[in-house]
T-cell receptor
Framework: SQTIHQWPATLVQPVGSPLSLECTVE??????LYWYRQAAGRGLQLLFY??????ISSEVPQNLSASRPQDRQFILSSKKLLLSDSGFYLC???????????FGQGTRLTVV | SQQGEEDPQALSIQEGENATMNCSYK?????LQWYRQNSGRGLVHLIL?????REKHSGRLRVTLDTSKKSSSLLITASRAADTASYFC???????????FGKGTSLLVTP
């Protein structure tokens, strides 16, 4: 069966510090991978998606970047965090496009 | 980008009552999906309805889709306290690779 792991669950980081959130998927090959951000009381905003290794599409210009160094690994990074980067970050995968997305448990990021 | 808009934003009902949530969207879709999110957790897929379907059932869930009005509804019958969560609609567009989510409906079911 397929599983998705996302860590850490919570993170408190000072402004200007770097960020690295990791997401891995097990039990499937060549998944589409996604990073979403959810601000308090709001819906999900798509940040990045990837259809293959090294292929990253950005939906929103921002202080963040994403990488896919391996088929089932998706990393969200920042060189210098801003207060506005605080939020709930969700990783998800799907195969193929017309089916449901499977989400990780999320990372609560607070930038102080 | 967010395409779906759920209505109402918040809904409070008692156990045993039915809960109805609506979703409107803007562009052509392949399918529309509903997800549930418990507080502070990831989203869980509930049901998918394709653009050529008008109604679908899954247990106590009933979803309708009206592509002419670009709208969908989710009905939860005989609600339980455990149904308390946020519910999101998500559209799978004809173009693009990712689901577009609405802002969600927060459902509170009181015993």
């Amino acid at each position: 069966s397929q599983t998705i792991h996302q860590w850490p669950a919570t993170l408190v980081q000072p402004v200007g510090s770097p960020l690295s959130l990791e997401c891995t998927v097990e039990g499937t090959s060549n998944p589409n991978l996604y990073w979403y951000r959810q601000a308090a009381g709001r819906g999900l905003q798509l940040l990045f998606y990837s259809v293959g290794i090294g292929q990253i599409s950005s939906e929103v210009p921002q202080n963040l970047s994403a990488s896919r160094p391996q088929d089932r690994q998706f990393i969200l990074s920042s060189k210098k965090l801003l207060l506005s980067d605080s939020g709930f970050y969700l990783c998800a995968w799907s195969v193929p496009r017309n089916t449901e997305a499977f989400f990780g448990q999320g990372t609560r990021l607070t930038v102080v | 980008s967010q395409q779906g808009e759920e209505d109402p934003q918040a809904l409070s009902i008692q156990e045993g009552e039915n809960a109805t949530m609506n979703c409107s969207y803007k562009t052509s879709i392949n399918n529309l999906q509903w997800y549930r999110q418990n507080s502070g957790r990831g989203l869980v897929h509930l049901i998918l309805i394709r653009s050529n379907e008008r109604e679908k059932h899954s247990g106590r869930l009933r979803v309708t889709l009206d592509t002419s009005k670009k709208s969908s509804s989710l009905l939860i019958t005989a609600s339980r306290a455990a149904d308390t969560a946020s519910y999101f609609c998500a559209t799978d567009p004809n173009s693009g690779y990712a689901l577009n989510f609405g802002k969600g409906t927060s459902l509170l079911v009181t015993p």
